[in-house]
């Protein structure tokens, strides 16, 4: 139950942070989008077990993304979501 549950909540930043690309300027999205993508493919080996570890990577997914919301002048309250997926 603890691995579904922690499964869900790094697919349900996944899908965070996709929408969060499409508040990005248009240009940049595919670039994003991309990255976005290769980090979770990445990252999909990281044991579900391992309440650390996937706190610490869901803590720098959001992170990450409000330096990249800052960067592009986007109101950082567009990742309320993600934080409450990544804190929770």
Known sequence: MVIYREM???LMAYKEVLRLVKRLPEDTRPYYAKYVRENFVNYRVIDANDSVSLHE???RTYNHSIWILKKYSVDQSAA???KEICSA
Do not use: G, V
Request: no cysteine.
């Open 80 to 82: 309320n979501r993600l």
């Open 57 to 59: 990577l869901l803590q």
């Open 8 to 10: 869900k909540k790094a």
